[in-house]
C-alpha cells in the first residue's frame, strides 16, 4: 500500500509551562530539560469527535477521494466519552463514509498497528482505501495535581488515508505483556455480585521503566525492519518516532548513530500526543513541503501494554 493522503487537527487552546506553574510546583525550565516541552494543546471548547472528522476530512480531501471511496474505517483511540458505540461508528456518520469501521486500542502505538491492519486488507483484496484516524485525548486521564504526569501530554488527531502501491517495505509490531510502568483504570458499575473492587486511578507511571523499554524496543524494532528492508540506517531521510520525550528520541538517535536532522520532532508545541503524535508530525511535515518522492521514511513507536512497532515506507504522495 502506499500514503495517498494525509490530515491533523490541535485543539484552539495552547498551555504553556508557565501557564502549568501557576497550579503546579514546577517551571518552563523543569519541564522542558526534562521532557522538551514547551506547550500542549488542550481540548476546552472543542470536542474530540471534532477534531477527529476535521483531520479525517483533511486526509480523504488531499488523496483527492471522497468519503464514499472510502472501503475501511480504523481508529486508533484510548479514551473517550463513549464506551459504546465505538469512536469509529460515531465518526463514520459524521464524515458521511458507508463502510465498515472498527477501533483498536495500542495504546501510543496505534497508528503502526492501524496500517498493520490495513496493509493486510489492501493485500487480500478486501479494500482497495482505507482510512486512519488517531484520536487521543489523554489529558482526561491525568491527575492535574500530579506534575510528573500531566505536564506530559497533549491533545490532538491526525488522520491518513492508505491506497494500493508499494510503498511500505516492512513491518515490525510486538507486545509484551508489562503492565506496572504505564496504565490507566476506571471504575465500572456497581456489580452486587462482584468479589473484589474496582480500580479507579489516574494514569500511573514508571518514568524510568518506561524510558528504558521505550529505548530498548524501538532501536530493536527499527533494526529489524532496516534487514527485512534491506536498507541499513543512512539509506532512511526521516526517522518519524512517537513524541513521547525528547531525551528518548535523542537516546535512540544516538544508538543508531544518525544526524539530529533526520528526527524532526514537534513535541515541544503538542506534548504526548499518544498514537496521533506521529499522522500528527507527518502532516505537519508533508504541508511544509519537507518531503520529496523517494525519500525513505521510517516510522517507530512505543506504548503502554507494552506495544511497540516500526515500519519502512517509499514516499510517493
Known amino acids: ?35 522538551g516541552i514547551k506547550e500542549r494543546r488542550i481540548i476546552s471548547d472543542e470536542t474530540l469527535t471534532s477534531l477527529a472528522v476535521d483531520a479525517a476530512k483533511k486526509a480523504i480531501e488531499s488523496a483527492g477521494l471522497t468519503p464514499n471511496d472510502i472501503d475501511y474505517f480504523l481508529c486508533s483511540n484510548v479514551v473517550n466519552n463513549f464506551v459504546t458505540p465505538s469512536l469509529s461508528c460515531i465518526l463514520q456518520g459524521e464524515i458521511g463514509a458507508n463502510c465498515p469501521s472498527l477501533d483498536l486500542n495500542a495504546a501510543c502505538t496505534g497508528f503502526i ?48 488515508v492508505v491506497s494500493k502501491g508499494d510503498a ?16 490507566y483504570q476506571r471504575k465500572l458499575e456497581y456489580n452486587p455480585y462482584q468479589s473484589h473492587p474496582d480500580g ?20 530493536s524494532d527499527i533494526r529489524n525492519v532496516l534487514e527485512k528492508s534491506s536498507l541499513n540506517a543512512d539509506d532512511i531521510k526521516y526517522y518519524l518516532l ?13 544508538f543508531l548513530k544518525q544526524p539530529d536532522d533526520k528526527f524532526p520532532h514537534n513535541i515541544e508545541n503538542y506534548g504526548n500526543t499518544s498514537s496521533a503524535s506521529i499522522p500528527i508530525l507527518l502532516d505537519e511535515m508533508r504541508r511544509a513541503g519537507k518531503f520529496t518522492k523517494g525519500d525513505m521514511l521510517l516510522f517507530s513507536a512505543f506504548g503502554a501494554g507494552f506495544t511497540t512497532g516500526a515500519c519502512v515506507l517509499e514516499w510517493n504522495m
Not at 507486545?175 to 506496572?180: A, G, L, M, P, W
Not at 512517537?242 to 544516538?254: F, G, K
Open 1 to 35: 500500500m502506499k500514503i495517498t493522503g494525509t490530515g491533523s487537527a490541535m485543539p484552539s487552546l495552547a498551555v504553556t509551562n508557565d501557564m502549568l506553574s501557576e497550579f503546579l510546583d514546577t517551571n518552563d525550565e523543569w519541564i522542558s530539560t526534562r521532557t
Open 113 to 160: 498497528y492501524a496500517l498493520d491492519i490495513a496493509e493486510s486488507f489492501i493485500q487480500t483484496g478486501r479494500a482497495e482505501n482505507v482510512l486512519i484516524v488517531c484520536a487521543e485525548e489523554p489529558t482526561r486521564m491525568v491527575n492535574w495535581k500530579e506534575r510528573n504526569t500531566c505536564v506530559l501530554f497533549g491533545d490532538g488527531a491526525g488522520a491518513v
Open 168 to 183: 511500505f517495505k516492512a513491518f515490525h509490531i510486538s507486545t509484551q505483556s508489562k503492565i506496572e510502568p504505564l496504565y
Open 200 to 219: 479507579d486511578a489516574p494514569l500511573i507511571m514508571n518514568g524510568k521503566d518506561v524510558f528504558k523499554l521505550a529505548v530498548s524496543s524501538s532501536v
Open 242 to 254: 512517537h513524541q513521547a520525550n525528547i531525551r528518548i528520541i535523542d537516546t535512540i538517535r544516538d
